[in-house]
C-alpha cells in the first residue's frame, strides 16, 4: 500500500465517526516527504546514566561491557563540571560513548555528607578532582583511562579513541 493511500485511509478514519461522508483531501506528495522529514529528529537522544547502584554494577559485571564512570558536583560549585555537560549534550561524543559504554554517574553530591562515602570516593576511587572520568575496559578491573577536568568534544573524543584496540573491542562486545 502507497504512504498516500494510507494517509487518506487514516484521514477518513479520524475525521469520520459511524457513517461517513466527509470528503478529505490528502495532502499532495512533496508536503507528505518535507511533513515525513520534519518528523525524524535531528540530533540523537541524550546520553542514558546509569546510577552507581548494585544493579548497574552486577549488569557490568554479568555482562563484561565496558564502563565509563563519570564524577561531577554541582553543590561543591564545580564550573567545569557544568562545562563539562555541554561536552556530554555533543551529538559525536553521545554516539561514541553509547556504542562502547555503559555511562555511569556517581552521586557525587550525595555522597558528601556521608563521611565513609568520602573516603570510599577519596581513598579507594582516587577521585580527587571534579570533574573526572575513568574508562573501564573489558574484564579489566583496574582504571584504564583517566581524565580530570573539563575537555570539550574534541578532547573528550581524543580520550575515548585514546586506546583504539580497547574502544573497538567494548563497540564490538556491546
Given amino acids: 500500500m502507497s504512504l498516500n493511500k494510507l494517509i487518506s485511509i487514516l484521514l477518513l478514519l479520524t475525521s469520520c465517526s459511524g457513517s461517513c461522508t466527509k470528503t478529505v483531501n490528502v495532502p499532495v506528495e512533496s508536503n507528505i516527504s518535507a511533513a515525513v522529514e ?20 552486577d549488569l557490568l559485571k554479568n555482562t563484561g561491557y565496558c564502563a565509563l564512570l563519570y564524577f561531577n558536583s554541582y553543590v561543591l ?22 556504542d562502547a559504554f555503559i555511562p555511569v554517574k556517581f552521586p557525587v553530591d550525595s555522597c558528601l555528607a556521608d563521611p ?11 577521585v580527587t578532582t571534579m570533574p573526572t572520568t575513568i574508562i573501564f575496559y573489558i574484564g579489566d578491573d583496574s582504571v584504564a583511562l583517566v581524565a580530570e577536568g573539563y575537555l570539550n568534544p574534541s578532547q573528550f573524543k581524543e580520550f575515548l579513541l585514546k586506546k583504539q584496540e580497547q574502544y573497538s573491542a567494548c563497540v564490538l562486545l556491546k
Fill in 77 to 98: 560549585k564545580c564550573d567545569d563540571c557544568i562545562k563539562m555537560d555541554s561536552t556530554f549534550d555533543d551529538k559525536e561524543i553521545i554516539k561514541l560513548v553509547g
Fill in 116 to 126: 565513609e562515602c568520602v573516603k570510599y570516593l577519596r581513598k579507594d576511587l582516587e
Fill in 38 to 57: 520534519a518528523s525524524i529528529p535531528t540530533t540523537p537522544p541524550p546520553l542514558l546514566w546509569f546510577p552507581f547502584d548494585n544493579e548497574t554494577k
